[in-house]
Every structure is written in C-alpha cells, then in structure tokens.
C-alpha cells in the first residue's frame, strides 16, 4: 500500500534551517510528483511547492523563493524540503502530499493529492 | 497570489444537504478543470474527496459531489452525517502556480 512517512517534531531557533523527509513506499516512486503542504497552527493549508522525484526539477511558490530548497534521494525513495532562515511565522505542521495521477501535466488529477504523509510538526519559538 | 474565497463556516443537520463554494477568477478556477477539494478532520492530513471539479477518488462516498458555473467552484454534501463535520479546503491549478488552495470552511453538523 502507498505509504508516505515523514520525519520527527523539530523546534529550530530563529534563523536557523530545518531540513523535513518524506519517505515513499508502495509505488514507483519516480512516476509521481511530490509536493509540500504547510499549515500553521489554527490557520488554513498552504502550498509550498513541488518536486518531480523523476529529473528533481522543482517549482516553488514565490513565497518561498530563495529559502526553500526541495531534493529527493531515489535510491532511498525519499524526498526532503529545507526551509531557511526561519522565523516564528514558520512554525506550523508541514506535510508531503503525492499527486492522483501519474501522467502528463494537465493530465487528470496531475495536481490531485491522492495520499498524504502524517505531517511534521515545526516549532519556531519567537 | 491571493487564496481562493471560501465561506468561513456553514453548517446543517443531520440527512440535510450542503453546498461550500469556492471562488476564485479565470486564471484559477474559471480557467481550468483542475479543482479538487479536501476534507481534514482535527489533527488529521486532509484527505482527497473531489478532483477534476467533479470526479470522486475511489471510496469517497456518493453524497460528496463537485461542480463549476464560471470562477466558482461547489461541493455538495447531501444527506448530511455527524462525521461529515470537518474542515474543508478547495484547490485549483492557476496560471502562476500549479496550486493555490482555499481559505477553508468548517463544516458543523448540528
């Protein structure tokens, strides 16, 4: 079964990096996109950005240009997101979200998030 | 770029039907068919309930459905039920970025 396995609770001091895994099972891990989710505490879901696990090619919202760094392993079938230069505004639960399709962009459900890891909670005391 | 426009909260009874809609322009949701909504309950990751405005994943009950008119995406709960109370997010693919989602609605089943 399609598994996705985030790593542990951080508290990271201002400006400091946290660097979140999100390890993949149960599929051909290079034949989905993988994307990153955030949601502070109380407050609504956010998007970050996406990795292709295929070419590592990636595209980031513009709010997080030049402080987000996402990379994937795939001879662990493993995705990572760094986050830098954090502030107390990032604290917040961050999760990795696969698409519902596989094929083309613009295919059906190429921006769908079929499964969901259990999200990492990350603390950025003020 | 700004959230999609979501209702703060709705809520209805139980058996009832509900509708939350989801506004956003030409460059988001009026443009395209990819609008997908998710359902997250507290201290849960959100799970996939409508993608493509109306297409349901495989084992999402028949009551949720999806539709579009214009910038305006909708999903429908009929024959509302107590764990169908939730928090409730639409996404839609935009021109300047593959995702934007929804401010979010909570659902109350009174």
């Known amino acids: 079964q399609v598994q996705l396995v985030q790593s542990g609770a951080e508290v990271k001091k201002p400006g400091a990096s946290v660097k979140v895994s999100c390890k993949a099972s149960g599929y051909t891990f290079t034949n989905y996109y993988l994307h990153w989710v955030r949601q502070a505490p109380g407050q609504g879901l956010e998007w970050m950005g996406m990795i292709n696990p295929r070419g590592g090619n990636t595209n980031y919202a513009q709010k997080f240009q030049g402080r987000v760094t996402m990379t994937r392993d795939t001879s662990t079938n493993t995705v990572y997101m760094e986050l830098n230069s954090l502030r107390s505004e990032d604290t917040a639960v961050y999760y990795c979200?696969?698409?519902?399709?596989?094929?083309?962009?613009?295919?059906?459900?190429?921006?769908?998030?079929?499964?969901w890891g259990q999200g990492t909670l990350v603390t950025v005391p003020s | 770029q700004s959230a999609l426009t979501q209702p703060a909260s709705v809520s209805g009874s139980p058996g009832q039907s509900i509708t939350i809609s989801c506004t956003g322009t030409s460059s988001d949701v009026g443009g395209y068919k990819f609008v997908s909504w998710y359902q997250q309950h507290p201290g849960k990751a959100p799970k996939l309930m409508i993608y493509d405005v109306s297409n349901r994943p495989s084992g999402v009950s028949n009551r949720f459905s999806g539709s579009k008119s214009g910038n305006t995406a909708s999903l429908t709960i009929s024959g509302l039920q107590v764990e169908d109370e939730a928090d409730y997010y639409c996404t839609s693919y935009t021109s300047s970025s593959p995702v934007i989602f929804g401010g979010g609605t909570k659902l109350t089943v009174l």
């Open positions: 979200a696969r698409v519902a399709s596989s094929g083309r962009p613009y295919s059906s459900g190429w921006v769908s998030f079929d499964y």
